[in-house]
T-cell receptor
Framework: SQTIHQWPATLVQPVGSPLSLECTVEGTSNPNLYWYRQAAGRGLQLLFYSVGIGQISSEVPQNLSASRPQDRQFILSSKKLLLSDSGFYLC????????????FGSGTQLSVL | AQTVTQSQPEMSVQEAETVTLSCTYDTSESDYYLFWYKQPPSRQMILVIRQEAYKQQNATENRFSVNFQKAAKSFSLKISDSQLGDAAMYFCAYRSAMGSSNTGKLIFGQGTTLQVKP
């Protein structure tokens, strides 16, 4: 069966420090991968998605970047965190077809202080 | 670009009663999919129900049903016989089904927090 791993669960970082969040998927090949951010008590904003290795699409201009070095690995990064980068980050994967749902990771709560 | 709007930040319902959560969306596409996700306090995203735009029949999943009005671009969720475990944040989401736009990405609304009172 397919599983998605996301880590760490919680992260507290100072302003200006780098960031690396990792997400891996098991039990499927060539998944579509997504990074979402959820501000406190708000909806999910799509940050990046990838339909294949090395293919990254950015949805919003921001301080973050994403990479997909392997088929089932998706990394969210920043060179220098801002206060506004705080939030709950969710990785998800899907088959990219029709009515199929997205499978979400357990999320990372990032606090930038 | 497509947008999804949930105009009710918070709703409450008495246990065993029925509640309806509203969702509207804006799109120029004719073929798409709509979803309702639930996010309990654990913050895990759970699919509640989904609807294909080409289907006129409203989707149902046990106590959950939708009222899909394509012309009005409305997709409301009805929860019958509400239970304490239904307390969560509910998100409406849109996915394009058009060829070049078929990246599988979901566009979410801002969410509605549902409180269930015993």
């Amino acid at each position: 069966s397919q599983t998605i791993h996301q880590w760490p669960a919680t992260l507290v970082q100072p302003v200006g420090s780098p960031l690396s969040l990792e997400c891996t998927v098991e039990g499927t090949s060539n998944p579509n991968l997504y990074w979402y951010r959820q501000a406190a008590g708000r909806g999910l904003q799509l940050l990046f998605y990838s339909v294949g290795i090395g293919q990254i699409s950015s949805e919003v201009p921001q301080n973050l970047s994403a990479s997909r070095p392997q088929d089932r690995q998706f990394i969210l990064s920043s060179k220098k965190l801002l206060l506004s980068d705080s939030g709950f980050y969710l990785c998800a994967w899907g088959s990219g077809t029709g009515h199929e749902k997205l499978f979400f990771g357990s999320g990372t709560q990032l606090s930038v202080l | 670009a497509q947008t999804v709007t949930q105009s009710q930040p918070e709703m409450s319902v008495q246990e065993a009663e029925t509640v309806t959560l509203s969702c509207t969306y804006d799109t120029s596409e004719s073929d798409y999919y709509l979803f309702w996700y639930k996010q309990p306090p654990s913050r895990q995203m759970i699919l509640v129900i989904r609807q294909e735009a080409y289907k006129q029949q409203n989707a149902t999943e046990n106590r959950f049903s939708v009222n899909f009005q394509k012309a009005a671009k409305s997709f409301s969720l009805k929860i019958s016989d509400s239970q304490l475990g239904d307390a969560a944040m509910y998100f409406c989401a849109y996915r394009s089904a058009m060829g070049s736009s078929n990246t599988g990405k979901l566009i979410f609304g801002q969410g509605t927090t549902l409180q269930v009172k015993p």
